[in-house]
C-alpha cells in the first residue's frame, strides 16, 4: 500500500492475533517463526543469531529500521517481492510453511510457495501461519551479501548460501538462492550441486559463480542492465561462497 500497488476495498487487522508472533525453538532440528514476528524481534531475538546466521546476516539489509519495526516475516513472505531477502533466504534454508483456512491446514515447501513475482502457492482463503526453518547444522557456515545503490533500498542482486562440510573437510552439501535474480527467488540447484562432495577451494567456487550466472535471469531496471546483475551474482556468489566455506571451517 505504501508503494501504491494496491488499494483494498477491505482491510482485514491481523495485529491481534498474538499467538502468531514469536519464534519458537523447540528443542529439535527445526525452528518455527510466527507470520506475525517483526523483523526487529526476529533480529533480537537470540535464537535467530545461534540458529539461523543466514537471517541473522541479512536482517540488516532488509529497508530500514523503521519498517523493520512493523514489517512482518508472514508479511513479507506472502508479498513475495522477487527483490525482497527473506523468500531467498527461505528458499535457501529448504524451509517450509504452514497455511491454514477455515476447511484446515497445509505445509507448503518454500520451493513450492513462491510462484512468481508478487505470487504464491496460498490460495484466496488461506492464512500464512508459521515458516519452519532449519537450525544450522554442525560444520556449516552460511553468507549472505547483496548490492544495492544505498543502504535500505532493495538490493540489485542478493546472495544467499550455507555450507556444509564432511569429516575430510569436503562440502557435503551447498545451497546457493539469489533475490532480484529472476521471477520469484531463485534457488541455482546446478551451481550448488556442483560442490557436493569436493574441496571449497578457488576454482570450484569459480566454477558454482559462473553456473549461477547461467541459471538466473534478472529483469534489468534503472539502476542496473541485467548483464551487470549477472555480473554481481557472479562476484557475490563467489565471496559469499568464500566466506560460508571460511566460517564452516571455523566451526568444524
Ligand atoms: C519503504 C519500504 C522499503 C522496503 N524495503 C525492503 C527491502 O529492502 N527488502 C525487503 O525484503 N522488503 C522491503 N520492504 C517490504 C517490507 O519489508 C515488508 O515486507 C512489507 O512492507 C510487508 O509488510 P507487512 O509485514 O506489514 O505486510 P503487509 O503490508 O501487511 O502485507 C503484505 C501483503 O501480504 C499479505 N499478508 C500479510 N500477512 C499475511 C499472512 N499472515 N498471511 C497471508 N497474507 C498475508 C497482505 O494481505 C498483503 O497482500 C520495504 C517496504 C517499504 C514500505
Known sequence: MNFRLTQPAILIDINPLN????VNNGAGERLRVGALTRYRNLERDPATAQ?????AEA???????????RGTIGGNLAHADPASEMPAIV????????AQSAKGERWIDAADFFVGALTTALEPDEMLMEVELPKAPPRSGACFMEMSRRRGD??????????RLDDHGRCAEARIGLCNAGDGPVFATQAARSLAGRAIGKNEIAEAAKLVQSEIDPGGSIHASKEFQR??????????????????????
Open 91 to 98: 528458499l535457501t534454508l529448504g524451509g517450509r510453511l504452514r
Open 19 to 22: 499467538e502468531l508472533a514469536g
Open 51 to 55: 540458529h539461523l546466521p543466514l537471517i
Open 231 to 252: 555480473h554481481l551474482a557472479g562476484v557475490l556468489t563467489m565471496r559469499a561462497l568464500t566466506k560460508a566455506g571460511e566460517r564452516a571451517r571455523g566451526s568444524a
Open 59 to 69: 536482517l540488516p539489509h532488509i529497508a530500514h529500521p523503521q519498517i523493520r519495526n
Open 154 to 163: 532493495f538490493a540489485i542482486i542478493g546472495v544467499a548460501c550455507t555450507v
